[in-house]
């Protein structure tokens, strides 16, 4: 029996960005999304499931850390925390799914990105490292177990909004969201020994996973994803981080630089964009 913890985003009283076509809030949308994902677990006799709701009034920071320390206390196997998008630009659209970079954080983000992509038919926005100091990266760090935050579309786009304005098209979300989980439940480490020594190697080995992390969400987004396993992408990222230390030859080097600058230019956008998240509305 694996253990999953659904985190919805934002709070009662901060509720985060709004739909443009019923109003409701991240944190409305998403209490009833949870109840959803609940439901469709019932299929998934292995999975066990509980929602968590992020406490108003702590400060963003104790706030986060207070929810990931009820989802350790229960024993989550893995984490994934709910949230919409939502930009100035009415043409952003798409999904994506944020990951600490840690190898089963990485494999669960693929394999929920690929299955929320399937079932909305976005555009796939792909799966995007953050480290603690990012916006949203408290919520992929503070749990010891393995985290994802899912964006599965922009309530401020049209094209996103129509994908997910009837009940079926959420019910089809709640089922690739668990379709996803239960299918990355083997990447997940198996007991709390190994958790932790993965929360160890997140701090001391930041740097390290950070580039890991970039490589393997460039291969997942650019080259591998359709067909490729999120075990293939994380595989990859592995074999090429184990061989860093020793990289002394310039192909090796000009292919990471090369993956760093197509990333380089998103992730300025993107860390505008978690301040209008977080800030913005509420
Ligand atoms: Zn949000």
């Not at 029996?1 to 739909?19: F, T």
């Not at 989550?76 to 930009?87: D, Q, R």
């Not at 177990?145 to 599965?152: Q, T």
Request: proline share 3%.
């Amino acid at each position: 029996m694996k253990r999953l913890a659904i985190v919805v985003g934002h709070n009662s009283v901060k509720q985060g960005a709004v739909r443009k076509d019923t109003g409701e809030t991240e944190f409305v949308w998403n209490s009833d999304l949870a109840k959803m994902i609940e439901e469709e677990a019932q299929d998934y006799p292995e999975l066990e499931i509980k929602t968590f709701f992020r406490l108003p009034g702590l400060g963003y920071t104790r706030e986060i850390r207070r929810v990931y320390e009820e989802t350790d206390r229960w024993g989550a196997n893995a984490t994934v925390e709910l949230h919409f998008n939502s930009s100035a630009s009415r043409n952003a659209t798409g999904t994506e799914t944020l990951t600490s970079g840690t190898p089963a954080s990485m494999a669960l983000a693929i394999a929920v990105n690929q299955e929320m992509v399937a079932a909305l038919g976005l555009k796939d926005r792909g799966v995007k490292t953050r480290s603690a100091s990012d916006r949203g990266g408290a919520s992929l760090m503070s749990g010891r177990a393995p985290a994802a935050l899912i964006e599965p579309f922009f309530g401020s786009s049209e094209e996103g909004l129509k994908a997910t304005d009837s009940s079926q098209e959420k019910r089809a979300l709640a089922e690739a969201i668990v379709r996803g989980v239960a299918s990355s439940m083997g990447a997940m480490p198996r007991t709390d020994a190994q958790m932790i020594e993965s929360r160890t190697l997140r701090r001391t080995k930041s740097q390290r996973q950070k580039i890991m992390g970039a490589i393997a969400s460039a291969a997942a987004t650019v080259g591998l994803s359709g067909d490729a396993t999120a075990l293939e992408a994380i595989g990859l990222a592995e074999q090429i981080s184990a061989a860093l230390p020793y990289l002394k030859w310039i192909a090796p080097i000009a292919l990471i630089g090369i993956l760093y600058a197509l990333r380089i230019d998103a992730d300025a956008i993107e860390e505008a964009r978690w301040d209008d998240h977080e800030n913005g509305l509420r």
